[in-house]
């Protein structure tokens, strides 16, 4: 048997969470850390960790974990925190780089953190520009592998009611996807269970240094055997 890597997952409560932890079951080759600040049922047949606290107390869940990978799936929108730019950053931008943090304090060799496509620090878009502002703070964290996810439109099932600008892009996406070509192809939206089949591809990867992964590159890993 290969040997096995130990992954903590940080935000297993969302769309990508949940789908990672449905993903890794029946993997013997993942052995699953799931951290989160309310519980969340578990997959059938998942046999796997999972870790409750408030979020101040993350980084001591993250360093129980024992990771060797870890996943970072955190994500808010400006609507969903009442408009307030100074909530979304607090999640988007302070919370993900205080797990990462803690991440390579904890002994972490690889992070894998989902972003979005688009992100640009330079970006006019404020969510974007946040994106593309922790994407930059998270390389010189000096990771020895960090895999960024640049996922577009997320398609999968929420909890709660989904969003309506989602809700209308999920019953486009079909029809907009064929004509998102050439450099429009990273804009191309995604299933939250093929991102997490990415993300458990990706985990205990050898290889050193920072990858971004886009739309194409992402299809590329999911034909890999």
């Given at each position: 048997m290969s040997e096995q890597t130990r992954v903590v997952l940080v935000g297993a409560?969302?769309?990508?969470?949940?789908?990672?932890?449905?993903?890794?079951?029946?993997?013997?080759?993942?052995?699953?850390v799931a951290v989160a600040r309310r519980e969340v049922p578990l997959p059938p047949g998942a046999r796997m960790e999972m870790l409750l606290s408030d979020t101040s107390h993350w980084p001591d869940a993250i360093a129980a974990g024992r990771p060797h990978?870890?996943?970072?799936?955190?994500?808010?929108?400006?609507?969903?925190?009442?408009?307030?730019?100074q909530a979304f950053r607090a999640v988007d931008h302070d919370?993900?780089?205080?797990?990462?943090?803690?991440?390579?304090?904890?002994?972490?060799?690889?992070?894998?953190?989902?972003?979005?496509?688009?992100?640009?620090?330079?970006?006019?878009?404020?969510?974007?520009s946040v994106k593309g502002e922790v994407e930059?703070?998270?390389?010189?964290?000096?990771?020895?592998?960090?895999?960024?996810?640049?996922?577009?439109?997320?398609?999968?099932?929420?909890?709660?009611?989904?969003?309506p600008a989602e809700r209308i892009g999920m019953i486009l996406s079909p029809l907009t996807d064929l004509l998102m070509l050439g450099s429009l192809r990273k804009y191309r939206s995604a299933?939250?269970?093929?991102?997490?089949?990415?993300?458990l591809k990706l985990a205990g990867t050898k290889q050193h240094?920072?990858?971004v992964h886009q739309h194409d590159e992402m299809q590329r890993i999911l034909r890999r055997g």
């Open positions: 409560t969302g769309l990508i969470g949940r789908a990672v932890m449905v993903e890794a079951v029946g993997r013997p080759d993942i052995h699953l990978t870890v996943v970072i799936a955190l994500g808010t929108t400006i609507n969903a925190v009442g408009g307030s730019r919370l993900v780089l205080e797990c990462a943090a803690a991440a390579k304090a904890a002994g972490a060799r690889q992070l894998i953190v989902v972003s979005s496509v688009g992100a640009q620090f330079s970006s006019k878009n404020f969510y974007l930059d703070k998270l390389a010189k964290l000096h990771f020895d592998r960090l895999d960024v996810i640049r996922p577009g439109l997320l398609r999968g099932k929420r909890d709660g009611s989904p969003r299933k939250a269970s093929d991102v997490a089949k990415v993300i240094g920072r990858v």
